[in-house]
T-cell receptor
Framework: KAGVTQTPRYLIKTRGQQVTLSCSPI?????VSWYQQTPGQGLQFLFE???????NKGNFPGRFSGRQFSNSRSEMNVSTLELGDSALYLCASSLDGTTTRGFQYFGAGTRLSVL | AQTVTQSQPEMSVQEAETVTLSCTYD???????LFWYKQPPSRQMILVIR??????QNATENRFSVNFQKAAKSFSLKISDSQLGDAAMYFC???????????FGAGTRLTVKP
């Protein structure tokens, strides 16, 4: 069974641009969560989608948004990029349910650099 | 709000020796889950071990075991017979029983010396 796939692996953008990251979950998984990882703030929860609906949201500005398609693939979008958005963005998928109980599987991440 | 604290930014251990990574957390919930994740240079987070708060017995997975002290809100990871492949960042994480908003500690970088 294929794991969680995130594309692209690396991305370089300039301030003010917008970016879209993609995440394909493990087949059969309906929940997709996104995390931002930075040296200063560590790993922070962005949001979670389940059945095409945002079910949970972390404490990030509205410039960060996401969506989920009927095949459970998810995208996250960051508009008006700032230098501080440079980070590793991790996606994780799980079957369903309100709690993963650790049974969520992570992708290798997208490294975003904002210049 | 739930917080997770890892007070050891870096740790090192000699190959074949034992090392313990510390983690404390703060929560008002009575039912929750705790995890240790490993992040090697490949960046992919890998679940090492999980503990359900309602279980008093400490979880064990081969060379990995935890010391879960619910009253003290402490959740340490012990790695026995350390191997070179254990070198990675280790994150302690908390998840409540009503949502999957997982909270992570700042991480501990483990170095294994041959």
């Amino acid at each position: 069974k294929a794991g969680v796939t995130q594309t692209p692996r690396y991305l370089i953008k300039t301030r003010g641009q917008q970016v879209t990251l993609s995440c394909s979950p493990i087949s059969g998984h309906r929940s997709v969560s996104w995390y931002q990882q930075t040296p200063g703030q560590g790993l922070q929860f962005l949001f979670e989608y389940f059945s095409e609906t945002q079910r949970n949201k972390g404490n990030f500005p509205g410039r960060f948004s996401g969506r989920q398609f009927s095949n459970s693939r998810s995208e996250m979008n960051v508009s008006t990029l700032e230098l501080g958005d440079s980070a590793l963005y991790l996606c994780a998928s799980s079957l369903d349910g309100t709690t993963t109980r650790g049974f969520q599987y992570f992708g290798a991440g997208t490294r975003l650099s904002v210049l | 709000a739930q917080t997770v604290t890892q007070s050891q930014p870096e740790m090192s251990v000699q190959e074949a020796e034992t090392v313990t990574l510390s983690c404390t957390y703060d929560t008002s919930e009575s039912d929750y889950y705790l995890f240790w994740y490993k992040q090697p240079p490949s960046r992919q987070m890998i679940l090492v071990i999980r503990q359900e708060a309602y279980k008093q017995q400490n979880a064990t997975e081969n060379r990995f075991s935890v010391n879960f002290q619910k009253a003290a809100k402490s959740f340490s990871l012990k790695i026995s017979d350390s191997q070179l492949g254990d070198a990675a960042m280790y994150f302690c994480a908390y998840e409540g029983n009503n949502n999957n908003d997982m909270r992570f500690g700042a991480g501990t970088r483990l170095t294994v010396k041959p």
